[in-house]
């Protein structure tokens, strides 16, 4: 019976010292810094070190509307209303808002909704999604009203 328990012991200890070869490996490429192949792809910026923070989207309007309509910030609504943004920290809590590209609003009399894309944001900050929808309802007005266009909406 002992020559059953030990018959074998050549080849465990070989398995034991390969599992030990092993475990110091990849523990060695855990810890390892990024090469600089590596650094690129991070953009400077290591995983363990990111935040997220819910921001407003604020709509960039440009031009006005025909003769004859108006649109305020209440004729305007946003879908989705706020993003997520990912960063270092030091970066994501300087950012109060995200801004889409500018939606020109010279041709609508009607309602519609469009898909605006929200505009580029600083290197090392990720955005949630790329594309909001905007609703936008003109309001015809009389002759002599003045024509109100916001500089954003929120």
Known sequence: MSSAKFGNMG?????????????????????????????????????????????PVNVTIVGNPPQG????????????????????????????NVRTMPLDIREYSRPVIKSVELAPFARGITIEGDVIEV???PVKTKKDEAVHVPEAAE
């Open 69 to 96: 309509y108006s649109i305020s910030k209440e004729d305007i609504s946003i879908n989705p209303d706020t993003c997520l943004i990912v960063g270092h920290p030091s970066l994501v809590e300087q950012v109060d």
């Open 11 to 55: 080849l465990k200890l070989v398995a034991l010292g390969l599992a030990v070869i092993t475990w110091l490996y990849v523990t060695a490429e855990l810890n390892k810094a990024p090469s600089a192949e590596e650094r690129p792809f991070l953009g400077g910026i290591l995983p363990q070190r990111l935040m997220a923070k819910s921001v």
């Open 135 to 137: 609703s936008i309802k």
